[in-house]
């Protein structure tokens, strides 16, 4: 039984008069690979960026390795929120892929990878760079390092982000619709990527509308709707045999494309 | 024709001093208005506090609406009627930047808010503090995209020091009209001036824009 | 604080029908001067289009000229230096020509910016149902170009305004020049020229904010553009 990395508890989350969030509890084991899938405005990727703190839930808490994210307790009981710059340190621990990538347009591919390492994370220049150079081999875009962002396609592009994340040496990864972005024939380089690093054994959660790479690469997958947790459990038991009628809707509306490909 | 010659180079030789009071005026402007339009862009773009945005902008109307004679004036003559006096070339520099600090804050704070929100997210998320976020990330974007209006104060700086010429500092028009009175040579003494303006302007165009093409072909 | 104040107070009823007074010439001055600007920019426009390379050269040399050299410069040339050449303008004429002929070059800039921003597609499409040339551009390309020309030539304006200041060292009558006479008389300068600051703050800044929202309001106005 692997121990516990993640716990979510009670996350809710309000804009104005829309309760986004209605009180998500989960946990996430060491090296688990968890899918966050559901229809548009379900809340999953509200849901996601709670845990890393880019988003301040109004109630719940997230803990990392039992420790405390985003809040800090205070005297006379209760919790206030940190600040971004307390927040750095443990932001370094999550490694984040957001859907339109968020390359920094003025660095080249090698340095968007090294920055945080070098500012961030207490390397030296040399080590930074290492550590990229390795980062970048793993997404099979070493040969892109001299390259600024314009020039790559979507797909590397994303791959680039993902190596970024990765050179935290973060004890989460968290995907936000990684290929949403994407044209399609660019979409399956980026899910190779991800695969590889779920095989590796990585603690990740991947927000996504791929509901067959979900099935085949995600341990576990929760399917969300309207702010709540409707079905979780194992991937291909949520997705091939969905309990709920709920479920069975949303699936069903991506099913038919899926056996067509299948 | 050689002896008009001479005269112009004379005329320009005197002029010369001026140009020299020109550049001084306008470097120390723009080193302020740099300096000030950055910190005061920062502040309105990413302070939470509504007070101190309002004052910020109440800062940049009040300067960009009134005409900088106006301040000039103030800064020169009103100061010095309370007790600070100014020496020509002190008040015109802080005259000068200040209104420059107004139009710089404008220009930087606009480049600032139209990046895209992600580009902080996700410096923020690899763990840099906000000022480092700052620092690394959105500065250098910013100071891209704002280059072209740089470019086009500092031009428009050096020209507007001829305004100095009105609180006495000792640039180009003030020894122009000076020249015309004593000697006459009106037509010969203003080309001489504009020539001059034209030989400051143009390299700092010219470097402006030279740069401005490495920085979009260095990719 | 009190006694800083207080002087506005009792010094308003003779001050403030002076400014007044003054403004309306600063006003007059800017409107001549803009007209000007306008009018020879439009025709600077037409020459930087024309087939003819002398003309556009007579025209992109005209404008670099003009924003090479300082406004003031311009305008003490033609009160003290054309004298000597024969031909006396009074402050104001060699203000409202000054003001023109510099802001000629700005509105040039603006005119066709605004002509360029009107997508090809949309001529084309007037042409193919049949309108003539002319009235291609009256009925379909300058109102379009309009909307985009507008916030910049308010602002143009505006700039033209606080230039009339300039005006006050070429022995113009205007709000700048009565202020410094003011201002030996009162011995009072600080507050004088605090409070003519104030007085062209009172003209300008509705004209930008407007300006601006204007800018914004077309901006949302738009919604589908010409076929890429």
Request: a positive charge; glycine letters at 8%; aromatic letters at 8%.
């Amino acid at each position: 039984m692997s121990p516990t990395l993640l716990q979510v508890d009670g996350l809710k989350k309000r804009y104005g008069a829309l309760d986004v969030l209605k009180g998500i509890s989960f946990d996430l084991a060491k090296g688990e690979t968890l899918s966050l899938i559901g229809p548009s405005g379900s809340g999953k990727s509200t849901c996601l960026r709670c845990l890393n703190f880019l988003e301040r839930p109004n109630e719940g808490s997230v803990l990392l390795e039992g420790e405390r994210i985003g809040q800090l307790p205070q005297k006379h009981g209760g919790f206030r929120f940190m600040s971004d710059r307390e927040l750095a340190p443990q932001r370094r621990e999550i490694g984040m892929v957001f859907q339109l990538f968020y390359l920094w347009p003025h660095l080249n591919v090698r340095d968007n990878v090294a920055l945080g390492s070098i500012k961030a994370g207490g390397l030296s220049k040399a080590e930074a760079y290492e550590l990229a150079d390795e980062m970048l081999d793993k997404v099979h875009l070493s040969q892109k390092a001299g390259e600024f962002p314009e020039r790559l396609s979507g797909g590397q592009q994303q791959r680039v982000a993902i190596a970024r994340a990765l050179a935290q040496r973060p004890k989460l990864m968290l995907f936000d619709e990684p290929t949403s972005a994407l044209d399609p024939e660019l979409v399956g380089e980026v899910l190779n990527v991800i695969r590889e690093l779920a095989e590796e054994g990585r603690s990740m959660i991947l927000v996504t509308h791929e509901i067959r790479f979900a099935r085949d690469v995600a341990d576990r997958v929760i399917f969300m709707d309207g702010g709540h947790i409707v079905e979780q459990g194992r991937a291909a038991d949520v997705i091939n045999r969905p309990q709920l009628e709920r479920t069975r809707n949303f699936l069903g509306q991506v099913a038919a494309p899926m056996e067509r490909c299948a | 024709m050689t002896p008009r010659l001479d005269v112009f180079g004379g005329i320009l030789a005197t002029l010369m001093a001026g140009a020299v009071t020109a550049a001084e005026v306008a470097a120390g402007a723009f080193a302020m208005a740099l300096a000030a339009g950055l910190l005061l862009a920062v502040l309105s773009t990413f302070a939470r506090s509504r007070a101190l945005q309002l004052a910020i902008a109440a800062y940049t109307e009040w300067m960009r609406n009134v005409p900088a004679l106006a301040h000039l004036f103030v800064i020169y003559f009103g100061l010095a009627a309370i007790g600070l006096r100014l020496s020509p070339k002190l008040a015109a520099i802080l005259g000068l930047g200040l209104v420059g600090a107004a139009v710089l804050c404008d220009v930087f704070a606009a480049a600032l808010r139209s990046l895209h929100v992600g580009q902080r997210e996700s410096a923020l998320s690899v763990g840099m503090t906000p000022w480092q976020t700052l620092r690394h990330v959105l500065l250098p974007q910013m100071l891209r995209l704002a280059w072209p209006s740089l470019g086009n104060y500092t031009s428009q700086l050096l020209k507007d020091t001829s305004i100095a010429s009105a609180i006495a500092a000792p640039e180009i028009m003030f020894f122009a009209r000076n020249l015309v009175t004593s000697t006459f040579e009106t037509t010969l003494v203003y080309v001489a001036a504009m020539l001059l303006y034209a030989l400051m302007v143009l390299p700092i165009s010219w470097g402006f824009a030279r740069l401005e093409h490495r920085m979009e072909h260095s990719r | 604080m009190n006694t800083f104040f207080s002087v506005f107070l009792q010094y308003w009823p003779e001050w403030g029908p002076r400014l007044a007074e003054a403004a309306k010439v600063t006003a007059l001055l800017s409107s001549a001067g803009f007209a000007i600007a306008l009018l020879l920019g439009a025709l600077l426009v037409v020459l930087l289009r024309s087939s003819w390379p002398v003309l556009r050269l007579a025209a992109n040399g005209f404008i670099q000229a003009v924003r090479t050299v300082p406004l003031l410069a311009l305008l003490l040339a033609l009160y003290f230096g054309l004298p000597p050449l024969g031909l006396t303008l009074s402050g104001f004429w060699a203000g409202v020509i000054g003001l023109g002929l510099h802001g000629a070059a700005y509105v040039a800039e603006i005119l066709r910016g605004g002509l360029s921003a009107v997508h090809r597609g949309q001529r084309e499409a007037a042409l193919a149902v049949g309108l003539a040339p002319h009235q291609v551009f009256v009925q379909v390309v300058f109102p379009q170009a309009l909307r985009v020309m507008l916030p910049p030539l308010l602002n143009t304006y505006v700039a033209l305004l606080k230039d009339s200041s300039l005006c006050a060292l070429i022995a113009t009558d205007e709000l700048m020049l009565t202020a410094r006479a003011m201002s030996s008389e009162f011995f009072l300068p600080l507050h004088i020229f605090l409070l003519v600051g104030v007085f062209y703050f009172a003209i300008a800044f509705p004209l930008s904010m407007g300006s601006r929202l204007l800018a914004r309001r077309l901006s949302q106005g738009r919604k589908v553009m010409g076929a890429a």
